[in-house]
């Protein structure tokens, strides 16, 4: 499988990307200019700097997330690059995985990029600034934004317009970071008939609202990191299976799944 | 020696609509086979089949032994191709298109020998998005001669050239065949063809009406010939005498005042013969063989 001219190739044509520059400007002020407010208000501390991080990251990361990978195949059929692909020795699979290397890169540079730069403000400013706890914040992001690209990208296998692409990954964003727990307790008090539980809730409602990702990921910063809080459906649970390991394969889950999923109808499609 | 190309028995429908119907062709290794066809007959169809961007309905096709769905990597790793309906990577210029396509098949080189070949030197270190229809072409038939393939698999690959462009195009298709390479290119225009092919198959409505060299298709359809004599006297008793030949169709007087035969072709020397003997004195003689077109209109109208 000869992925890596894929790769290479997706990669040589990411610095033309308007979206990637804009994304990195975006979280190079979102980082920086967070911690340059804290500076302007006194006394700034890195504990409430990665604690204000923590929320906007959660929600800023899986949209990039989603600008880099909508394309990722629907595009190259639009515009008929698969095509020339693969006239090539590409296999469907070597597209696909050479095209999510590329994309994954890609995302990866620009966050990592913008908190390398964000972190010399940090360094000079910040007297209580942890380097290893910046970098592990900033790997998270990575992941958690990785997990809605390839969200993105399975859709994009799928789906026959970038039209219905770009509608079917922000539904899947706005209904996983905003309305999944909702949805999960929704479904609780209809299985229930609105009698008001006591207590503890049962385990399968802790484990669905603990593998949202946006839960996971909150949970992975808060408990690992100590940055922002605990999530409220797990903040007070004994479950043996609320452990980071459980919400990074949850995150990990929430990836292949859909690029398991999408692989296979385009692997059958009539390009 | 497996065959360059072994299509069998394949059919492909969208939805009701057949586009390509139960074709069989095999074409051997070293043959230039030129697929000719109006637009819209199966052609791309056919091809995208070979390059497994759309599957069968029914029927398998092979490369050079692999099966083209099942292994089609290994069906490809044989194949360099100038495809249709491809688009450029929007920033890359065309050096940068030349180089995927090496790193695609492993090959080392310089993209710019390739680029050279085809004429556009000057442009290697532009955006191809710029390129006019005919560099884009240019650059995507650069991609195809990429590690010097045993078959060279072309769809239309003179639309969007000049004519210059197109006869430098043949030459290349002519030199690499010289090196060993198969060519499987397709055209709607027939001079095309006629210039390069070894073979011809011509596809209609899905089908294929005919495989033959250019030569014999001429004789199947027919083999007419028009004979223009220009003769010293003529009488209507000739040429009721010429037309009473064996194998020949039709005599009359052109507007010049030539005696015009339509004939089998080798029935020219009876009728010159026949002049001959009733002391009719030939001045000059032009033969104007069946064009292809001629053919093409004739074997399109038959399948129909």
Known sequence: ?????????????????????????????????????????????????????????????????????????IGERESGTAVLSLSMPHSRAGLIVGKLVGRTTLLATVIAAAALLASV?????????????????????????????????????????????IAAAFGA??????????????????????????????????????????????????????????????????????????????LVGWAILPVLGGFLSFRQDDL | MPPAIQIHDVTKRFGSFTAVDRVDLQIEQGEVFGFLGHNGAGKSTLINMLLDHIR???GDLEAFGADCQTDSVEARKHMGVLP??????????????VQFAMESKGVDGEPLNLLDRVGITEAADRA???????????????????????LLILDEPTSGLDPAGARSMREIILEENERGATVFFSSHILEQIEAVADRVGIMHQGQLAAVDTIGGLRDMAGGETRLLIATDNLEDSHIDAVEALDEV??????????????????????????????GVEVLDLTTEEASLEDLFVEYTRRSE
């Open chain 2, 56 to 58: 069968p309905t029914a």
């Open chain 1, 173 to 250: 964003y706005i209904g996983l970071t905003l309305f999944w727990t909702v949805l999960i307790d929704l479904t609780e008090t209809v299985l229930f008939r609105f009698r008001p539980t006591s207590g503890e809730p049962e385990t399968w409602v802790t484990l669905a609202s603990f593998v949202g990702p946006n839960t996971s990921f909150n949970y992975v910063l808060a408990e690992v990191l100590d940055a922002g809080t605990v999530p409220a459906a797990v903040v007070d649970s004994s479950a043996n299976f609320v452990t980071p390991v459980v919400a990074l394969l949850a």
């Open chain 2, 249 to 278: 169709d039709q005599a009359g007087i052109t507007d010049e005042g030539r005696l015009a035969v339509t004939c089998a072709k080798d029935t020219k020397m009876d009728v010159l013969l026949a002049l001959d003997e009733r």
């Open chain 2, 128 to 150: 191809a998005e710029g390129y006019s229809k005919g560099m884009t072409q240019r650059m995507v038939f650069a991609m195809a001669l990429v590690g010097e393939p045993d």
């Open chain 1, 1 to 73: 499988m000869n992925w890596q001219a894929i790769a290479q190739n997706d990669l040589r044509k990411a610095i033309h990307e308007r979206g990637a520059w804009a994304l990195f400007a975006g979280f190079f002020l979102g980082f920086g200019g967070l911690a340059a407010l804290l500076v302007q208000l006194g006394g700034p501390e890195f504990e409430g700097y990665i604690d204000l991080l923590a929320p906007g990251v959660g929600l800023l990361v899986p949209l990039a997330g989603i600008i880099l990978g909508y394309e990722a195949i």
């Open chain 1, 121 to 165: 403000i940090l360094l000079y400013f910040f007297p209580s600034f942890s380097a290893s706890r910046f970098v592990g914040f900033t790997a998270m992001s990575i992941v958690y934004g990785t997990t809605f690209l390839w969200i993105a990208a399975g859709l994009s296998m799928t789906l026959s317009t970038s039209r219905r692409v």
């Open chain 2, 84 to 97: 249709d309906g491809y688009g450029v990577y929007s920033g890359l210029t065309g050096r940068q298109h």
